[in-house]
């Protein structure tokens, strides 16, 4: 909150420094302080030059802040009145009873807020319009944490714009702030009193029917702030700090929650963002703050369970034990067919029966997928096992191996159309179910193109010319593509692991570690073969000394590589052992 400090110390007429009080001003506070409105209006058309009306007194307190404490009414609002007439700035005095945390003057103060003073303003008024624009009266409030005084501001009619696109635009058609640093601490400002969690309760106390409640905004400013935070780097950690705040707020409010009843209606808010259906239930808060990365949220105990409890739904059995589940998914990878036949019987015939409930429960769904993928790659080994006499025929197994992949296929293009392709594309696990499917697709593609010319050719091709028939190389081609899909096959095996609580983080950790090491070594590959023996170093080595510059540059970057490899190792090493 520094530069929020910064600017409560600097709230004066011209954004600079205090000026001091002269003898009209003086009389003005006197007259005013004494409630006497003939004085004061004598004041306000006689002196020469015009009293300086935002001016503070001893107290920090302006004229309107002194009028707004007298205890007479009607001689209390036509005194504002009067000074709002002659100029004075009524948003610069709210500024100053928000600092103070003055309720009852902003109060008295926001009553006259619809009536527009019609005179120009004052010189004084003029320097502090830049000033202004870096913090308003309800930012303030919501940078100060004052329910009362930001209720009060919201009720009437001061708002905060809550889309970057509409600042940005309201921004460029204000020619006054023109520099870069009262722009982006303006921007800073209005972030910090977005991510305010009264501000955030108390806009959705004010507008409950139409606002996105508390928590979808919080999963909302959690994904801004972030973005802010690599477009305005220079500010990263204000940004950052903001948006932990905005997680932490998301959970101190699930943590109010005493009931599973609670939980769910805090989960199923309705919220602008797309929504995944959950038989029948919507999970809507939670999927949001999955899709915004709102980790903590995700993560709370609370969520956990209401998860739990959807995914074991109608099959409590399953939860806790650890062999009711693997029996599942061998009865699955064994009896799949007779398992799709009596799913079938179930939700046609029985659709209200216990097991039918079960078919439909998550946890079941899951298993039954996993099972289903074991014996597809059972069927994938015993294609190992063929006979070289089909080499241009297609077994049983190999049409079973064709019935999974355009199942896949259409599973994937179901969850891009269901996610949405950032969603989507976020686990790194899809990227290899896509490669996976679309290396088996390019292989029948290939395989079949190289077959329907070569099927009539095979018998007239000669040993000594084969190879060089396109397709008779085609063919081979796929084959070595299949091998290639088989092999992103089984690794795609291991993201079933991602749901088990031990091996699943184990997993996650490891692959993020490769994938760090695969972008440090794709940038040196041409040093990579180095660590398996294939360079030394007399491969650098050049004879004419008139190009020993060269040989000491290449030794230099291979014995830098040679290091940076073995921390790398260390490096993965420790978070193994971590």
């Not at 003086?26 to 058309?45: M, P, T, Y």
């Not at 058609?173 to 309760?201: D, H, I, Q, T, W």
């Not at 739990?308 to 029996?327: A, H, I």
Request: hydrophobic share 45%.
């Amino acid at each position: 909150m520094e530069a929020t400090d910064n600017f409560l110390q600097e709230l004066t007429v011209d954004g600079v420094s205090p000026q001091p009080i002269h003898k009209k001003e003086r009389k003005l506070f006197a007259a005013v302080e004494k409630g006497d409105l003939e004085k004061v209006r004598s004041v306000l058309s006689f002196s020469q030059p015009k009293c300086n009306l935002n001016s503070v007194n001893s107290s920090g307190k302006s004229a309107l802040q002194v009028a707004g404490d007298l205890e007479n009414v009607s001689i209390r609002n036509e005194i504002i009145q009067s000074l709002l007439s002659g100029g004075a700035d009524l948003e610069l005095a709210l500024l100053h009873a928000v600092r103070n945390n003055n309720v009852k003057i902003v109060e008295i103060l926001l009553k006259f807020h619809e009536q527009p003073s019609q005179p120009p303003p004052s010189p004084g008024i003029v320097n502090y319009s830049k000033r202004e624009r870096n913090i308003t009266p309800l930012i303030l409030a919501a940078c100060l944490q004052n329910f009362q005084i930001v209720k009060l501001l919201l009720e009437h009619g001061f708002t905060i714009c809550d889309s970057q696109t509409d600042f940005q635009r309201s921004i460029k058609s204000n020619e006054v702030v023109s520099e870069k640093l009262g722009l982006a601490v303006f921007s800073l400002n209005r972030y910090r009193a977005l991510a305010s969690p009264v501000y955030m309760a108390a806009s959705f106390l004010q507008n409950s029917l139409s606002d996105p409640d508390p928590v979808h905004r919080a999963c909302v400013l959690n994904k801004e702030l972030c973005d802010m935070a690599e477009q305005e780097y220079q500010f990263r950690k204000e940004y950052l700090e903001l948006s932990d705040g905005c997680k932490e707020f998301a959970v101190a409010l699930l943590n109010e929650c005493r009931t599973m009843k609670e939980i769910r209606c805090v989960m199923e808010m309705a919220n602008e963002g797309r929504i995944l259906p959950l038989e029948g239930q919507y999970l809507n808060i939670l999927e949001f703050a999955i899709v915004t990365r709102n980790e903590k949220f995700v993560s709370h105990p609370y969520s956990q369970l209401v998860v739990n409890s959807e995914l074991y739904r109608d099959v409590p059995f399953l939860e806790k034990s650890s062999w009711n589940q693997f029996w599942l998914i061998l009865m699955a990878s064994v009896l799949y067919p007779l398992l799709f036949m009596v799913w079938l019987v179930f939700d046609n015939f029985y659709p209200n029966h216990e097991g039918a409930r079960m078919f439909h429960s998550p946890c079941v769904k899951f298993l039954i997928h996993c099972g289903s993928y074991q014996t597809f790659l059972f069927m994938n080994i015993l294609t190992l096992f063929q006979s070289t006499s089909s080499f241009l025929r297609y077994g049983i197994v190999d049409w079973v191996i064709f019935l999974f992949i355009l199942g896949q296929l259409v599973d994937l293009i179901k969850e891009i159309y269901q996610q949405g392709r950032v969603r989507f594309f976020s686990n790194n696990w899809n990227y290899m179910a896509v490669a996976t499917v679309m290396s088996f697709i390019l292989h029948y593609v290939i395989w079949w193109s190289g077959r329907a010319v070569l099927k009539d050719k095979l018998d007239s091709l000669q040993w000594e010319n084969h190879a060089q028939n396109r397709a008779y190389v085609a063919v081979l081609s796929s084959e070595c593509i299949l091998a290639v899909a088989v092999l992103l096959a089984f690794i795609q095996n291991f993201s079933f692991f991602q749901a088990n609580s031990t091996i699943g983080p184990l997993l996650q950790a490891f692959t993020q570690m490769l994938l760090d090491v695969t972008k440090f070594y794709s940038s040196l590959t041409t040093t990579f073969w180095s660590l398996f023996g294939k360079i030394d170093r007399d491969s650098f080595k050049i004879d004419e000394e008139e190009y020993a510059v060269i040989w000491n540059t290449g030794i230099t970057i291979f014995g830098v590589f040679n290091i940076v490899a073995v921390l790398v190792a260390l490096n993965m090493l420790i978070a193994m052992l971590n």
